[in-house]
């Protein structure tokens, strides 16, 4: 079955950094887009970085230049490096791909605080 499993949330302090990491299993991870989403307590979820099988990179504008997606297609990882936190960027991170619908993970927590 398809599963998506994120680590590397944690807590940091503004302008420190994380790496996420995704691991996919139970579909064609290879030709794949991936995306990063993140929802903050009260608030939608949102959009935050794409990346598809060729590779090509998308990203909210909250997060260019910022954040960096990438993957690695012999691991079936997609790992989301994210430098220069700030407090907005406090959120439930979540991988996400499409087989036949919408597939989730359980989410890794973010919290940046001084």
């Known amino acids: 079955q398809v599963q998506l499993v994120e680590s590397g949330g944690g807590l940091v302090q503004p302008g420190g950094s994380l790496r996420l990491s995704c691991a996919a299993s139970?579909?064609?991870?290879?030709?794949?887009?991936i995306s990063w989403y993140r929802q903050a307590l009260g608030k939608q979820r949102e959009l935050v970085a794409t990346?598809?099988?060729?590779?090509?990179?998308n990203y909210a504008d909250s997060v260019k230049g910022r954040f960096t997606i990438s993957r690695d297609n012999a691991k079936n990882t997609v790992s989301l490096q994210m430098n220069n936190l700030q407090p907005e960027d406090t959120a439930v991170y979540y991988c996400?791909?499409?087989?036949?619908?919408?597939?989730w993970g359980q989410g890794t927590q973010v919290t940046v605080s001084s």
């Open positions: 996400n791909t499409k087989v036949r619908y919408d597939r």
């Open positions: 139970g579909f064609i991870f290879r030709i794949s887009t």
């Open positions: 990346i598809t099988g060729l590779g090509s990179t």
